[in-house]
């Protein structure tokens, strides 16, 4: 069944039915003084909760804090902070994280074993809690706070990144927001989407659901390698919305995965255009690859390559990059096989390269949004892969950071 | 027993006994109108040869024409060129590749089985052929050659990359030249390697004593996976040393085997130095690992970070991207053990960040050479990874390539 899933205008993670949020500026961003950089998000049901947390094995203070108690499946609240990551900070970090929780849950009413901390900036610097304290005693929330949460978390992010969706005749909303992430938003601890939905929803098919979507939205965008010690994806489900738990089983478990891939990859792409120094997106689909796993394994290398995101940036149609970054993703690839497209335009057809109007593909390249297709002709599966050219103001960016 | 290894001054291919190079320029480097880009390599006696190609599944055509002609492990000369790579050009690119195999073999006299191909440059055009004829026809070669061949394997190399070593009291002497790499010299072809020696050597030895040297030499430098469609590292032994076949089980095997891994060495650093819009060389040693395959997938993962390339570039003492880009490298990593040196002074002992002087860190980082030492203390094997710092002239390079 294909759902009608509707965008709600000015949708956002206070959306749902039942959720507030807060933001304040506490000083935590050096360079920017009067930014937010502390906030609070609050349901006022409890929320059966799944996350999805980094792989990396240096993970900070927050996302081990998060793993522990999310165990049991539930929380009712999150405290984030942006400028500084908390990671690296061995037990100071730790206890840190835990006092950030129990100043929320009393500002707020919980226990504090509802309440979820995030962090993200600089690795190895401890949280200057004399500035926290107040700002977490201090904040108010309230159904439009989702706008400002979403500005706390922001480190080099250009534009916040939210939205809210809603699925036709379901009764529920899904709502998120998401910071930079990967080589994109490298070292200022990467990746944050925080999402909620006033569906009730079983646990086992909320971590099931999330992982599904996770896997071809987040986990399919250029982070290129420097997964952060930050990363984190956290829904919240409160079930205001009144409907029967979904199951598995439930009529509208197709529907609630539809709308929270949508959600998920709307967010997804946000983050990939707004990568440091981008200039556009990328969209790179493999097609007829014997699998769906190496059809993301040659989406992801290709959308990733350094060469291909710097011949982009440059309007350059290079397109040996592309097949060269297939060539090396590990997969099986035949040259002779090979069709390849640049924004709809055909490249290359069975491996022969056909003559193309140089000046045409340049002005493709100018766009916005850039499309790569790549078709195997091996199999039927195909993935899509998104991220941002690669320019000079990446390199700014990244060697002018803590200095 | 240690060698005493000697580099021989101006050193190159033609350094050991018996080989002869030459080279021309033919128009095939359109951006450069008299550069040398096309070269021929000669040994009088027939060689023992053993080569290690890409593991691109997109391959040239003179890789798939060596891979054939060197599975009987004999050769006797090469053909070189620059400014193209005949890679994704299908059957005529075969053809192209035997064609100037079979010019190369009759301008030396020799038969074209004994002959060789290698091409860099530019994927997805075919050879100019009418460039190329003429070039080999008047090809003349000396043993002084060396130093134009290398020249005429150059694409955005900047300096050219030759060594030769001689071992006391063994007689024999190992040469080699090489050009440009991985993610620093990427589409060009990337990275060639062509090596000779007088040394008589068992082919089974050969085969092992250059995979071995290549393990901790080219494998070790940052290659940030845009791995090339002609990768190609060659090794020629002629044996006019006159010394007894070398074998796994000859007294002077393992000498034999430390000065090929010093010559490797060598040329590995000298390409890492010489990366696209690079400023400086950057040695990566992780040691206290668990084992050598994890040492050396952690040095890789942080010498080809482009957050700790980036913040090299800057000077930036952000050391937290390095304990991160080593976090997610995928092996064993303990935040509590870990002790981490930049220009040999510490700045993380036992997980602990030491205070420390930004100035004078700072001032270790502009040098030409920076290395950063990461201690794991979890085990006794280490490995040493070599790379170089991203600038934005990477990306002017990258982005303007065939336009």
Same mark, same amino acid.
């Given at each position: 069944?294909?759902?009608?899933?509707?965008?709600?205008?000015?949708?956002?993670?206070?959306?749902? $039915?039942?959720?507030?949020?807060?933001?304040?500026?506490?000083?935590?961003?050096?360079?920017?003084?009067?930014?937010?950089?502390?906030?609070?998000?609050?349901?006022e049901a409890p929320c059966v909760a799944?996350?999805?947390?980094?792989?990396?094995?240096?993970?900070?203070?927050?996302?081990?804090?998060?793993?522990?108690?999310?165990?049991?499946?539930?929380? +009712?609240?999150?405290?984030?902070?942006?400028?500084? !990551?908390?990671?690296?900070?061995?037990?100071?970090? @730790?206890?840190?994280?835990?006092?950030?929780?129990?100043?929320?849950?009393? $500002?707020?009413?919980?226990?504090?074993?509802?309440?979820?901390?995030?962090?993200?900036?600089?690795?190895?610097?401890?949280?200057?809690?004399?500035?926290?304290? %107040?700002?977490?005693?201090?904040?108010?929330?309230?159904?439009?706070?989702?706008?400002?949460?979403?500005?706390?978390?922001?480190?080099?992010?250009? &534009? %916040?990144?939210?939205?809210?969706?809603?699925?036709?005749?379901?009764?529920?909303?899904?709502?998120?927001?998401?910071?930079?992430?990967?080589?994109?938003?490298?070292?200022? +601890?990467?990746?944050?989407?925080?999402?909620?939905?006033?569906? +009730?929803?079983?646990?086992?098919? @909320?971590?099931?659901?999330?992982?599904?979507?996770?896997?071809?939205?987040?986990?399919?965008?250029?982070?290129?390698?420097?997964?952060?010690?930050?990363?984190? &994806?956290?829904?919240? !489900?409160?079930?205001?919305?009144?409907?029967? %738990?979904?199951? %598995?089983?439930?009529?509208?478990?197709?529907?609630?995965?539809?709308?929270?891939?949508?959600?998920?990859?709307?967010?997804?792409?946000?983050?990939?255009?707004?990568?440091?120094?981008?200039?556009?997106?990328?969209?790179?689909?493999?097609?007829?690859?014997?699998? &769906?796993?190496?059809?993301?394994?040659?989406?992801?290398?290709? &959308?990733?390559?350094?060469?291909?995101?710097?011949?982009?940036?440059?309007?350059?149609?290079?397109?040996?990059?592309?097949?060269?970054?297939?060539?090396?993703?590990?997969?099986?690839?035949?040259?002779?096989?090979?069709?390849?497209?640049?924004?709809?335009?055909?490249?290359?057809?069975?491996?022969?390269?056909?003559?193309?109007?140089?000046?045409?593909?340049?002005?493709?390249?100018?766009k916005s949004d850039v499309s790569i297709?790549?078709?195997?002709?091996?199999?039927?599966?195909?993935?899509?892969?998104?991220?941002?050219?690669?320019?000079?103001?990446?390199?700014?960016?990244?060697?002018?950071?803590?200095?």
């Amino acid at each position: 069944m294909e759902a009608k899933i509707e965008f709600i205008p000015e949708g956002t993670i206070t959306s749902p $039915r039942g959720f507030r949020a807060g933001a304040a500026s506490v000083g935590l961003k050096k360079e920017a003084e009067h930014a937010l950089d502390l906030g609070i998000l609050s349901s006022e049901a409890p929320c059966v909760a799944a996350a999805l947390f980094t792989t990396n094995r240096i993970k900070a203070a927050p996302i081990v804090f998060c793993q522990q108690r999310l165990q049991g499946g539930r929380a +009712a609240a999150l405290v984030v902070n942006s400028g500084c !990551a908390n990671a690296f900070t061995g037990e100071q970090g @730790l206890r840190d994280a835990a006092e950030m929780a129990g100043l929320a849950a009393e $500002r707020i009413g919980l226990s504090p074993e509802d309440v979820l901390v995030a962090s993200t900036g600089v690795i190895g610097e401890k949280l200057p809690m004399q500035l926290i304290r %107040p700002g977490i005693e201090q904040m108010v929330l309230s159904t439009e706070g989702g706008h400002s949460l979403v500005r706390a978390m922001m480190t080099t992010d250009t &534009v %916040p990144k939210e939205v809210a969706a809603r699925v036709d005749g379901s009764g529920f909303i899904i709502g998120g927001v998401a910071k930079g992430s990967g080589m994109i938003h490298p070292d200022l +601890a990467t990746m944050l989407c925080f999402l909620t939905t006033d569906a +009730a929803v079983d646990l086992d098919f @909320l971590r099931s659901a999330l992982r599904k979507a996770v896997d071809i939205s987040f986990n399919m965008i250029s982070v290129d390698g420097d997964t952060s010690t930050n990363d984190m &994806v956290l829904i919240m !489900a409160n079930g205001l919305a009144g409907n029967r %738990p979904i199951s %598995p089983d439930s009529r509208q478990a197709g529907i609630f995965q539809q709308a929270l891939d949508r959600v998920c990859i709307y967010l997804a792409k946000s983050i990939a255009r707004d990568g440091e120094g981008a200039s556009k997106l990328i969209e790179v689909t493999v097609s007829g690859a014997t699998g &769906v796993a190496e059809a993301k394994v040659a989406a992801r290398t290709i &959308v990733s390559s350094p060469l291909v995101k710097t011949a982009i940036y440059g309007n350059d149609p290079n397109w040996g990059r592309i097949v060269a970054a297939a060539g090396r993703s590990g997969i099986e690839v035949v040259e002779s096989k090979i069709d390849l497209y640049i924004g709809g335009v055909c490249l290359v057809k069975e491996g022969n390269p056909l003559p193309f109007d140089k000046g045409s593909i340049v002005e493709l390249l100018k766009k916005s949004d850039v499309s790569i297709g790549l078709h195997l002709n091996l199999g039927t599966a195909s993935a899509t892969a998104w991220g941002c050219d690669l320019s000079e103001e990446y390199v700014v960016i990244n060697s002018q950071y803590t200095t």
